[in-house]
């Protein structure tokens, strides 16, 4: 008989400025929303399967300061709102944040993902100028 242990070890860095008390990036809460449970429902799943979970006290912290709605990060403040609302600089933080994802695994998985991230491009130096064809519809979906 073969004994097999699974150690699952959760972290992420601290993403809030204490100065400010900024969210910097999102990755807490995106895999809070997915990736977190993700894993745990598996387990669920495929009882009588076990594994231990690790979590690190920062992200714990985070997640449950998010959970108490005492912090949103830029991101997120920005996708609630709506596109016709946006500021210029708010769209070029959706050009620049919105496509941080591996483009064969998690953009153009999805068509309508992968095209808007064609229409951005890959030169910064031109998002001042793309974001003026991204139009409301086109935001919304980002």
Not at 57 to 74: H, I, K, N, T
Not at 103 to 112: H, S
Request: aromatic fraction near 14%; charged fraction near 30%.
């Amino acid at each position: 008989m073969i004994h097999l242990a699974f150690l699952w070890h959760m972290h992420q860095p601290y993403y809030r400025d204490h100065a400010t008390g900024e969210t910097l990036f999102p990755w807490v809460r995106l895999h809070g929303t997915k990736d977190y449970y993700g894993m745990a429902a598996l387990l669920r799943e495929r009882a009588p399967l076990k594994a231990t979970f690790n979590w690190v006290p920062c992200l714990v912290e985070q997640l449950q300061a998010f959970a108490r709605g005492e912090v949103e990060d830029r991101s997120l403040q920005i996708a609630r709102k709506h596109p016709d609302a946006l500021e210029e600089d708010e769209i070029l933080y959706m050009l620049r944040a919105f496509f941080r994802a591996n483009r064969e695994q998690m953009i153009y998985a999805y068509p309508r993902y992968g095209e808007l991230f064609d229409k951005r491009g890959d030169d910064p130096a031109r998002f001042r100028r793309t974001a003026r064809d991204f139009s409301t519809e086109d935001l919304r979906d980002l």
